[in-house]
């Protein structure tokens, strides 16, 4: 099992397999060369990164990401700004502080690979890194791979994944063991997860921490739409749309005129924007889809009769039930299956958690999950010129419009269906093992070929 916070992480923009994933990896091998006592002997530093990675490195911010984890920032608290000109310094000839504390000789253009033709064999998102000793003598090799959602792990991690998880009271690994599970003990989904939770941390514990990272959720909400209507990064000169959309809509609603679903689509498209822009965002289960989640809960808590902070805590944990589902049976990771497993699972999470607030029964939270992911199966992930910009932010806001019909549709009904969730979410990793690598979040198929300049 995984935790409702390692699905929900605070971090920075644009790509949570991009950016927070090789930042942690990256910080990982300082720790590790730190453990071994190897840190004061290293003269020289090497990063390479394989794949995904390196097609779509500089537009997803991977690049920043990877040079400032070297000097041991953390993407929980890492200062959006200070990034970008720590990492225009190291990339302009600055010395590099490895994990903040050893200098060593690191020049950009010669030890931050982009490989972009070569894959690593168990996955399109491959880092290696190499320590050196004053003598050229290699000290420490380590590959890691950021799986999707900012999860990492090493090759042998990848070879043989630690078995067990955490240790829960009531371990699920399928939407029917979970639905089971919550039928034989009477409890709510979000019951049930809390209950997990508490084997680690107090109730009151997990609470605040749901609490919080609603509240950096409705803040990025906020900045997205405040925001003046400046070019987003990365040379497509992509402006921001949340603050006039904001503005028109808000004039439209005291007007009487505003359709009410117009609303979620503008949350989800500020987040996106706030995260296109490198800033700090909520991982909600990715960063490319970060919009979605936070726009239904805006939307719960603005519109739905009753919303609460005890609505918020079960709507987020209902979600995460979901999440881990998606994250356990197949994949979070664009790179991996396609933006279906980004959009499509943030959208099922969302759907899942709406039905839940507004009182659904364990069988419409289901179809509702289910709805949403089946109308997402096959979703491709072609970010135009590698930025987490076009599609990605308006996909975010259609995505949570439509989380919002399909838990009101599954809640017209009695929760009775033929697909289950088990069965979309086996079919959506087949459907992502089928895609070519081109719709991968490569930049090298779909919009970004035909819109923009390809990656490559
Ligand atoms: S297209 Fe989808 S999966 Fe790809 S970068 Fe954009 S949001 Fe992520």
């Not at 099992?1 to 605070?10: A, N």
């Not at 889809?289 to 809960?297: E, F, K, Q, R, S």
Request: net charge negative.
């Amino acid at each position: 099992m995984i935790s409702v916070f390692d699905l929900f992480k605070i971090g920075i923009g644009p790509s949570s397999s991009h950016t927070v994933g090789p930042m942690r990896a990256a910080r990982a091998f300082v720790r590790l060369l730190r453990h071994a006592g190897l840190l004061a002997g290293v003269a020289r530093i090497e990063a390479a990164l394989y794949g995904s990675l390196a097609l779509t490195g500089e537009g997803h911010g991977t690049v920043n990401a990877v040079l400032l984890g070297l000097e041991g920032a953390d993407p929980a608290n890492v200062d959006p700004a200070w990034l970008l000109a720590r990492a225009g310094q190291l990339r302009a000839g600055a010395a590099l502080q490895l994990g903040g504390e050893h200098t060593v000789d690191f020049a950009f253009a010669r030890d931050l690979q982009l490989n972009k033709h070569q894959f690593l064999p168990r996955h399109a998102n491959g880092m290696r890194f190499r320590a050196f000793s004053a003598d050229g003598a290699e000290l420490c090799r380590e590959v890691y791979y950021s799986v999707g959602g900012g999860f990492v792990q090493t090759e042998a991690e990848l070879d043989a994944p630690p078995a067990g998880g955490l240790a829960v009271p009531y371990p699920f690994a399928s939407a029917a063991e979970l639905i089971a599970l919550c039928r034989a003990q009477n409890r709510s989904i979000a019951q049930l997860v809390m209950a997990n939770e508490c084997a680690h941390r107090s109730e009151a514990e997990v609470r605040r921490g749901l609490l919080d990272i609603a509240a950096v959720m409705a803040d990025c909400i906020q900045r997205g739409s405040g925001h003046d209507e400046a070019e987003l990064p990365g040379g497509y000169r992509v402006r921001r749309r949340a603050p006039a959309i904001m503005k028109k809509l808000t004039q439209l609603q005291y007007a009487g005129r505003a359709d009410i679903m117009l609303w979620p689509m503008v949350y989800a498209i500020a987040v996106s924007e706030e995260n296109a822009a490198g800033g700090r965002v909520v991982t909600a289960p990715t960063n490319g889809a970060a919009g979605i989640i936070p726009a239904v809960l805006q939307y719960y808590r603005n519109f739905a009769p009753n919303a609460s902070d005890e609505g918020v805590v079960d709507f987020l944990l209902t979600a995460a039930a979901i999440g881990m589902l998606y994250k356990m049976n197949a994949s979070i990771s664009g790179a991996e299956v396609g933006c279906q497993g980004e959009v499509g699972v943030a959208c099922s999470m969302a759907a899942g958690a709406y039905c839940a607030v507004l009182g659904g029964t364990l069988a419409q939270i289901e179809n509702a999950a289910e709805i949403a992911m089946e109308h997402h199966l096959g979703l491709t992930c072609d970010p135009v010129g590698g930025l987490v910009q076009v599609p990605c932010v308006e996909r975010n806001g259609v995505a949570a419009e439509k989380a919002i019909k399909v838990a009101q549709l599954a809640l017209l009904e009695n929760g009775e269906h033929l697909v289950s969730l088990d069965k979309v979410i086996e079919t959506m990793l087949r459907t992502g093992q089928d895609m070519q690598h081109s719709y991968k979040e490569t930049a090298l198929g779909g919009l970004a070929l035909t819109v923009g300049v390809p990656a490559c």
